[in-house]
C-alpha cells in the first residue's frame, strides 16, 4: 500500500466521524460529551461505534467501524488500551484519515508492556496510512468545519488556535476565555504526541490563513531543534503564546506521568522561546490573559507606560502596586496634565497622579474627557479602565443599575482609543455570589462586544500587558 | 470640660448612630448604603439628619443632630468638607463619642488649606472628648453589636478583625471572604487615621476575646516605633496578616493621595512585619486567601511539604508548578506509597507520584482512601483537593450533578484530617458563567461548612500557604 502521509488540513475537516466506545449518557463523559457537542455544532455524520448498543444518544450504534455506511474520516476511541490494536485494522480498512485516543495507559504509565503498545499503534498507523492524535488526549476541534467535540467550545470560529498536550487544558481555555470573547480556529488536544505533534502543528498554524494567534500548553519536546525552527517560523509570522507545564521538579515528573514528556530545564525552555520571539507565560492563567490582549488590544502597546483610570482610591493603590510589580509604569502626570483633569473631576476624594481616582469616574463623560487627556501623553502606551473592584461599582447590589451606562462608557473608550491611538484596556473583577454575575456578565458582553481586553483582575492585566509589551518590542 | 478618651469599645457599641447628609435612596450611596446596611442587622437607633428632609428610606430624617430625641454615640459624615466644622460644634452639643468622616478631601487633597482643616477637626474633637474615625473613611462594623454600615457584612459575628485604611478593601475583603466562610468581629476603614490609628486599633484587637485573627492593609504609618511596639504585642498573641498598600513608586504616590501616606520602603517595611512575627502578603487577594488559611486550616501545616489530590493530567502539572513556585514542596511518594495507592487507583489515566492525578478522585471512598495513606507520609503537612480545575469536574455542564456527593467528599477529607493530624484544603475554581454558579456555590458552601479553607486557584491556595507556613516555623 502506498500512502501519502494524511495532511493536518484533512484531519481538521472530517466528512465523518466514528465515536469508539460511546455508550448512553452518563457512562461515558468523553464519548457522550463529544457527541453532544458535534450535534450541537451540526456536523453532518456521526457514528457512535459499540457491538453493546443499536442506538446511543437517538443516534444508529454501530458493532464496529467496518459497519459504518458512510464515509468516517475520523475516529474517536475510548475503549480500554487492551482492544485498540483490533480496532486498528477496521480503521485501516474503512481507510480513515485520522484516529484520536482518548484512551489512556501507553507510555505515559511507566510500564514497558505500555510503550511496546504506543509504538504497535504508530506503525499500524503508518503502514495503513492513517495518522495518531493522542494517544492520552480529547483530540481535535476545528469550528470552520462543525467539528467540535467539546461542549466549552464556542459554535463561532474565530482568529485563536490552541495547542495542548493537557485535554483537560484543552477544554479549559476555550470554556473561560469565550465569554471574553476568544473565538478558536484550531484547538488540538494532542497528549502523548505519538505521530501528530507540537512542531508539526505549529508549521501548520504558522501557514493557516484561519489563525491569526496560536496559543501552546507544552509539556516536553521530542526533537528540541526541530521544534524551535517551527517555533521561530511560526512566532515570525503571528505572536505565539507558550506555557510550558513542567517548570518545578513536581512539575516535571508530573508531565512524565502525564504525557510521557521528558522536559527539559525551564531556563533553557524560556530562553528558546525567547530567541524564536514567542511569548513565554507562566501558568494557564496567564495564557488565556495574553491571548486575550493579543486579540483585542488595538493597537498593541509599543511601551511599558500605562494610566490607570477607576472609581476608588484603595483599588488604586493595589492597581500602581500590580502594574509596577509586574514590570509596567505608571508615569507621574506633569502638573499641567494634572490641572486639566481638575476641571472636570472633584477636589473631594480623587487622585489625580497616576492612577486617576475620582467618584465620577464611573459617568461616561469623565472618562472620556480623562481617556482623551491620558492618551496624548508622551509616556503613556495604554489607557486601563478599571470596574468592579470598588463598592461603588459592586454588581448586583440593587442600588445601581449598570445596563444603561454600559454602552455610553465602551463608546467613550472606543473614541478615546481612536483619537489617541492607545489601546483601551479594561478590567472587572467577577462577583463572588450569583446576585452580581448579571450585572458583571452584561458588562463583560458589553466591553468585549466593543472589542476591548477583559482582564478578571488588576494584576493578570498588568501581567498580561507586561509580557505582551515586552514581545512587541523585540 | 474634663474628657477621658472615648474606648474604642465603646466606639465599637453605639447606642444610637446619626447619619448626616442622608439623602433618599440613590443620591447618597454612602449614607444609604450604611441605612439599609443598620436596619438589615437590626440595629434599634437609626437617624437620618439632613435638613432638606422630614423622612429617608421610611425613617424619620432630623435637621441637625441636635434635634434627634434619643441618645446618640456614633455619627456618620457625608456632607462636604467646608460643612463639617459647624457640625462638630452640633456633635459636641449632643455629647457623641465618635465621629466617622465618609467626607474627604482634607490632607489627602494636597492642598494646605484642606491639612488645615483637618488639624481643626482633630482640636475640636480633642477639646469635646470625642473620637475621629477617618476622615475618608467608611467607618466601622461590629456585628455583635448589630453595629453594621456595609451591605457586603455578614450579619453573623465571627473571629477575624479587619483593618484598613481604604474604605473600598473594607467593603470588598468581606464582601469576597463571606462566601469562603469568614465571619467578622470589627472591622475598621480608618482613612486619613487623624485619630484612631492602625496602632491603638492593633493594641484594641490583641485584646479583644472576639477577635483571633487580625488582618491589615495599611498605606502608612504615622509613628513607626509605636506601630513595631503595637504590631509585635498583637502578633505574639494571634496571627496578624498585613498587605501594606504602595509597595512601589506609584502605589507610594497614590498612597499619599488617598489617604495622605506617607509610606516607607517596602524592604523596611516587610523586614519590620517579619521581625514582629506578623505575616506580609502581596495584594489584597492574598490577604483574603491567608485569612481563610489561618480561620480554617486545622491544624495549621508546620511543614512545607503538600499533597496534592484531584483529576485532571493537566491540572497535577499546573499544581505541581504553582506549589513549588510559590515555595511549597510536593514531595515525590516513596514505590511503597504509590504501590498503596495502585490498589484504588485505576492504571489508565492516572498519575502517582504526587500530584495524585486519577479519573476516579471524584469518588469519596478514593478520595478517602488516597487521603489517609498520603496524610501518613512524614514529609507531607498538608493535604490539598483541587474540583473544578478539569472538564470531568466542569461546574453545570448538566451531565453530572455533584449535590450528592459534597457530603461524603467533604466527610472523607475530614476523616483523613483527624485521622493523621494533617489539614485538608480544598481548592475550587469559579466558573466564568451564570450555568455553574449554582454547582460551584453549592460545593464551596459544603466545604465551608465542614470547616476546610477553600481557595480559588491553585496558585492562591499554593501562595496563601506559603504565607502561613513561613509564619507558622517562625
Excluded at 34 to 47: E, M, N, T
Excluded at 64 to 83: C, K
Excluded at 123 to 132: L, V
Aim: hydrophobic share 45%.
Amino acid at each position: 500500500m502506498t500512502t501519502e502521509k494524511v495532511s493536518l488540513s484533512e484531519i481538521f475537516s472530517p466528512r465523518g466521524v466514528a465515536l469508539v466506545g460511546a455508550t448512553p449518557a452518563g457512562l461515558s463523559s468523553f464519548a457522550t460529551g463529544a457527541i453532544f457537542s458535534l450535534v450541537q455544532a451540526g456536523f453532518p455524520a456521526i457514528y457512535p461505534v459499540n457491538p453493546k448498543y443499536t442506538e446511543v444518544l437517538g443516534l444508529p450504534c454501530y458493532a464496529s467501524v467496518r459497519d459504518i455506511p458512510g464515509t468516517v474520516d475520523n475516529v474517536m476511541v475510548s475503549i480500554p488500551a487492551e482492544s485498540v490494536l483490533a480496532l486498528l485494522d477496521d480503521c485501516a480498512a474503512k481507510r480513515v484519515k485520522s484516529v484520536q485516543f482518548f484512551t489512556a495507559g501507553f507510555s505515559e504509565s511507566g510500564y514497558a508492556e505500555r510503550a511496546e503498545l504506543e509504538k504497535a499503534i504508530l506503525r499500524k498507523a503508518r503502514a495503513s496510512g492513517f495518522r495518531i492524535i493522542g494517544p492520552n488526549c480529547v483530540g481535535v476541534s476545528a469550528p470552520k468545519s462543525r467539528f467540535i467535540t467539546s461542549l466549552a467550545m464556542p459554535l463561532e470560529p474565530g482568529p485563536v488556535a490552541f495547542i495542548s498536550q493537557s485535554g483537560g487544558h484543552a477544554w479549559n481555555l476555550p470554556y473561560f476565555g469565550a465569554p471574553r470573547g476568544l473565538r478558536f480556529s484550531k484547538v488540538v488536544s494532542y497528549g502523548n504526541a505519538l505521530d501528530v505533534d507540537e512542531s508539526e502543528l505549529l508549521d501548520y498554524l504558522a501557514q493557516d490563513p484561519e489563525t491569526e494567534i496560536i496559543a501552546a500548553y507544552i509539556e516536553g519536546v521530542k526533537d528540541g531543534r526541530r521544534f524551535f525552527n517551527a517555533l521561530k517560523a511560526a512566532a515570525a509570522r503571528k505572536p505565539v503564546a507558550i506555557y510550558k507545564g513542567g517548570t518545578t521538579e513536581a512539575g516535571q515528573r508530573t508531565a512524565f506521568g502525564h504525557t510521557a514528556s521528558l522536559t527539559s530545564s525551564v531556563a533553557i525552555f524560556d530562553t528558546l522561546c525567547r530567541q524564536a520571539k514567542s511569548i513565554p507565560v507562566d501558568d494557564m492563567d496567564e495564557l488565556t490573559d495574553v491571548a486575550v490582549a493579543l486579540r483585542f488590544a488595538r493597537p498593541l502597546p509599543r511601551g511599558i507606560g500605562v494610566a490607570v483610570v477607576g472609581a476608588g482610591g484603595g483599588p488604586s493603590v493595589l492597581a500602581g502596586d500590580e502594574m509596577e510589580k509586574a514590570g509596567l509604569r505608571v508615569p507621574y502626570l506633569s502638573p499641567e496634565v494634572q490641572t486639566q483633569l481638575r476641571q472636570f473631576l472633584p477636589l473631594a476624594g480623587s487622585i489625580f497622579g497616576n492612577p486617576i481616582d475620582a467618584p465620577n469616574l464611573t459617568v461616561p463623560e469623565a472618562i472620556s474627557a480623562t481617556m482623551h487627556i491620558l492618551g496624548r501623553v508622551t509616556n503613556i502606551h495604554m489607557l486601563l479602565y478599571h470596574m468592579g473592584f470598588h463598592p461603588i461599582s459592586r454588581w448586583g447590589d440593587g442600588r445601581r443599575s449598570w445596563a444603561p451606562l454600559l454602552g455610553p462608557i465602551a463608546e467613550a473608550l472606543l473614541q478615546a482609543q481612536q483619537a489617541t491611538g492607545k489601546p483601551a484596556l479594561v478590567a472587572l473583577c467577577p462577583p463572588p455570589d450569583i446576585a452580581g454575575m448579571p450585572d458583571f456578565l452584561a458588562a463583560q458582553e458589553a466591553f468585549v462586544k466593543a472589542g476591548f481586553p477583559v482582564f478578571h483582575s488588576l494584576r493578570q492585566a498588568a501581567r498580561a500587558m507586561a509580557c505582551v509589551v515586552a514581545w512587541n518590542q523585540m
